[in-house]
Nanobody, 120 residues
Framework: QVQLVESGGGLVQPGGSLRLSCAASGIIFSISDMGWYRQAPGKQRELVASIISGSITKYADSVKGRFTISKDNAKNTVYMQMNSLKPEDTAVYYC??????????????WGQGTQVTVSS
């Protein structure tokens, strides 16, 4: 069974920065995609940033130029550096991996979620 463990959320003032991390562990044969979603109260979950097919990065328009997604293949870890944070970035952030597990099938796995609150 694959597990994802997130860290790095918290309370930050507008204009501040946070770095989220998400490490995947367990029996993993390959990882194709990874990324971060977020869900604010009363809103649908939205894709914030992703790395597709190992190298193609995509960002939501609302975070372009402020957030940067990166990965460490050796550690099966995805990161997201969030700068110039705004109150509207407040949400629970979930990491996501698309990977091939011990079933030899491609499956989506999700982190437990970490709260990011941007407030003065």
């Amino acid at each position: 069974q694959v597990q994802l463990v997130e860290s790095g959320g918290g309370l930050v003032q507008p204009g501040g920065s946070l770095r989220l991390s998400c490490a995947a562990s367990g029996i993993i044969f390959s990882i194709s995609d990874m990324g971060w979603y977020r869900q604010a109260p009363g809103k649908q979950r939205e894709l914030v940033a992703s790395i597709i097919s190992g190298s193609i990065t995509k960002y939501a328009d609302s975070v372009k130029g402020r957030f940067t997604i990166s990965k460490d293949n050796a550690k099966n870890t995805v990161y997201m550096q969030m700068n110039s944070l705004k109150p509207e970035d407040t949400a629970v952030y979930y990491c996501w991996f698309g990977l091939r597990d011990e079933s030899h099938r491609n499956r989506d796995y999700w982190g437990q979620g970490t709260q990011v609150t941007v407030s003065s």
